[in-house]
């Protein structure tokens, strides 16, 4: 089910920019030299909290990207982003592909639609090509999730009022292909990575999860499980000198009892952001509250909980960035195996340099403390540390 509409959307854009007038893009190679904590990582089946994991140092090809516009008319623009991961399921594959119509508007007001696949707005950091922070290597256990489990494969909606120093926007959308969100935070928990899921892909679950007798488990998430759509809505208010808010209730309104090769997650919930900036400092905040739910069968229903927020200050001097993120993660399962809740911290810091434009050195050091029960199926204790420090070197082009 979900392959049709992503070869859709991939086909349009691709028919649509051989016509354009505008073309513009770009591309990196981003690689890493990773030293981490002794834990299984979770995109290898383990409860580690950090994108790497088994102890020890190591060379890695975090990913390399293609990026580009096609600027069809004034009014239209083709997005798509393409990229390649060493364990994605696919040799190459799209991140977001869309088409946007914004037609030109001489008053205050404004307004666009655009259809296709994108991430919806959630994220105060990653705002950098390949959805991607200028920051930090990994991003907040929010913005990670998001990564990893949301995509919006429909359409959205925007319209926007524009003052002498202030901006107000307001965006809906209804999208589909998206009723598994939530079975990571359900069977996982919080992690903090940068590896995003891509539209072909799949996500690694817990081995401690598995179906019996196999020894891994993965989920598609991008299926359309209910044939029921789902929607968010959004406001933000942004001033020229004081920065924006950022206001968003997302539900994908799936079935909970629904199955058809996945089962669905009825996942909802709210998110609210700051990104304020004085003088060279820049400081960002965001916090989200919500709920998954799963009815396997037809016959009891368990939910889990979750909840997550973070705080990071940056500060720019030079060819040089330095930030600093604490974030706080929790899931609560009610009704539900009491193993999977979990709570926990953690600390990032982040030193970049960027002298030319086409390469960017970032040092980064995470430690996560966490307590999660589903630990003890792996012979571990619950609370657990872990640490992943990296050297990322990418390449513009």
Same mark, same amino acid.
């Given at each position: 089910?979900?392959?049709?509409?992503?070869?859709?959307?991939?086909?349009?854009?691709?028919?649509?920019?051989?016509?354009?007038?505008?073309?513009?893009?770009?591309?990196?190679?981003?690689?890493?030299?990773?030293? *981490?904590?002794?834990?299984?990582?979770?995109?290898?089946?383990?409860?580690?909290?950090?994108?790497?994991?088994?102890?020890?140092?190591?060379?890695?090809?975090?990913?390399?990207?293609?990026?580009?516009?096609?600027?069809?008319?004034?009014?239209?623009?083709?997005?798509?982003?393409?990229?390649? $991961?060493?364990?994605?399921?696919?040799?190459?594959?799209?991140?977001?592909?869309?088409?946007?119509?914004?037609?030109?508007?001489? *008053?205050?007001?404004?307004?666009?639609?655009?259809?296709?696949?994108?991430?919806?707005?959630?994220?105060?950091?990653?705002?950098?090509?390949?959805?991607?922070?200028?920051?930090?290597?990994?991003?907040? #256990?929010?913005?990670?999730?998001?990564?990893?489990?949301?995509?919006?494969?429909?359409?959205?909606?925007?319209?926007?009022?524009?003052? $002498?120093?202030?901006?107000?926007?307001?965006?809906?959308?209804?999208?589909?292909?998206?009723?598994?969100?939530?079975?990571?935070?359900?069977?996982?928990?919080?992690?903090?990575?940068?590896?995003?899921?891509?539209?072909?892909?799949?996500?690694?679950?817990?081995?401690?999860?598995?179906?019996?007798?196999? *020894?891994?488990?993965?989920?598609?998430?991008?299926?359309?499980?209910?044939?029921?759509?789902?929607?968010? #809505?959004?406001?933000?208010?942004?001033?020229?000198?004081?920065?924006?808010?950022?206001?968003?209730?997302?539900?994908?309104?799936?079935?909970?009892?629904?199955?058809?090769?996945?089962?669905?997650?009825?996942?909802?919930?709210?998110?609210?952001?700051?990104?304020?900036?004085?003088?060279?400092?820049?400081?960002?905040?965001?916090?989200?509250?919500?709920?998954?739910?799963?009815?396997?069968?037809?016959?009891? *229903?368990?939910?889990?909980?979750?909840?997550?927020?973070?705080?990071?200050?940056?500060?720019?001097?030079?060819?040089?960035?330095?930030?600093?993120?604490?974030?706080?993660?929790?899931?609560?399962?009610?009704?539900?195996?009491?193993?999977?809740?979990?709570?926990?911290?953690? $600390?990032?810091?982040?030193?970049?340099?960027?002298?030319?434009?086409?390469?960017?050195?970032?040092? $980064?050091?995470?430690?996560?403390?966490?307590?999660?029960?589903?630990?003890? #199926?792996?012979g571990l204790t619950p609370g657990q540390v872990d640490h992943q420090?990296?050297?990322?070197?990418?390449?513009?082009?």
């Amino acid at each position: 089910m979900k392959a049709v509409p992503i070869l859709l959307v991939a086909a349009l854009g691709l028919a649509q920019a051989g016509r354009a007038q505008d073309i513009s893009g770009g591309g990196y190679i981003d690689l890493r030299l990773v030293n *981490s904590s002794g834990e299984r990582a979770a995109v290898d089946g383990g409860l580690g909290k950090t994108r790497y994991g088994d102890g020890g140092n190591a060379f890695h090809l975090a990913e390399a990207a293609l990026y580009g516009n096609a600027q069809l008319t004034e009014d239209i623009l083709v997005f798509a982003d393409l990229r390649y $991961e060493p364990s994605q399921r696919t040799a190459v594959d799209l991140l977001e592909s869309y088409i946007r119509y914004r037609p030109l508007s001489l *008053s205050r007001w404004r307004w666009s639609v655009k259809a296709g696949a994108f991430f919806p707005p959630i994220s105060e950091e990653n705002t950098a090509p390949g959805w991607t922070s200028p920051w930090t290597l990994t991003p907040s #256990a929010i913005n990670s999730w998001v990564g990893e489990e949301l995509r919006t494969i429909g359409a959205e909606a925007k319209a926007e009022w524009r003052g $002498e120093s202030d901006r107000l926007e307001a965006e809906i959308a209804l999208f589909g292909w998206n009723d598994p969100a939530g079975v990571a935070l359900g069977e996982r928990g919080w992690v903090m990575t940068d590896r995003i899921t891509g539209l072909l892909d799949r996500l690694r679950m817990p081995n401690a999860v598995a179906f019996r007798g196999h *020894s891994a488990s993965w989920r598609d998430l991008f299926n359309e499980i209910d044939n029921k759509p789902g929607w968010y #809505a959004g406001l933000s208010w942004k001033h020229e000198d004081w920065g924006h808010l950022d206001l968003l209730y997302y539900d994908n309104e799936a079935d909970p009892a629904a199955f058809s090769h996945e089962y669905a997650w009825h996942t909802k919930f709210i998110s609210a952001g700051a990104n304020s900036s004085i003088g060279r400092v820049t400081l960002l905040a965001q916090v989200m509250s919500g709920d998954t739910t799963i009815q396997p069968g037809g016959d009891d *229903s368990y939910r889990t909980d979750f909840q997550a927020a973070y705080l990071l200050a940056g500060y720019r001097f030079g060819d040089w960035r330095v930030a600093a993120r604490f974030d706080a993660f929790a899931t609560e399962a009610q009704n539900y195996d009491a193993r999977l809740s979990e709570h926990g911290t953690s $600390e990032t810091l982040a030193v970049s340099w960027q002298a030319v434009d086409y390469l960017k050195l970032t040092l $980064e050091g995470i430690r996560v403390d966490s307590f999660r029960t589903q630990r003890l #199926a792996y012979g571990l204790t619950p609370g657990q540390v872990d640490h992943q420090v990296q050297l990322g070197a990418k390449f513009s082009f």
